[in-house]
Nanobody, 115 residues
């Protein structure tokens, strides 16, 4: 049974930082590319970042380049999203998702950036 569990969200002030985690189980994590998506209120779900199975290649949406870093630890079956210099427009539910023929999603973690 595939399972993706996100954590690390919360309320943070503008300019602050958070680190999200996504713990995977039930599939070969080390052989699977992964991604982070987010969905803000009244907006469509948006791809934020991707990472290859070995972590060698990453991509980012323009709005987070230079502020967010995607990474993974295959020994721990865990992917991360380090978010720095957070802005109010980063407020959203953040989801991890597999990059595979069959896509699996986590349940999401809420990130709220507000003073």
């Amino acid at each position: 049974q595939v399972r993706l569990v996100e954590s690390g969200g919360g309320l943070v002030q503008p300019g602050g930082s958070l680190r999200l985690s996504c713990v995977a189980s039930g599939f070969s994590f080390s052989r699977t590319g992964m991604s982070w998506y987010r969905q803000a209120p009244r907006k469509e779900r948006e791809l934020v970042a991707t990472i290859t199975s070995d972590g060698s290649t990453t991509t980012y949406v323009d709005s987070v380049k230079g502020r967010f870093t995607i990474s993974r630890d295959n020994a721990k079956n865990t992917m991360y999203l380090q978010m720095n210099s957070l802005k109010s427009e980063d407020t959203a539910v953040y989801y991890c998702k597999t990059l595979a023929v069959v896509a699996y999603w986590g349940q999401g973690t809420q990130v709220t950036v507000s003073s």
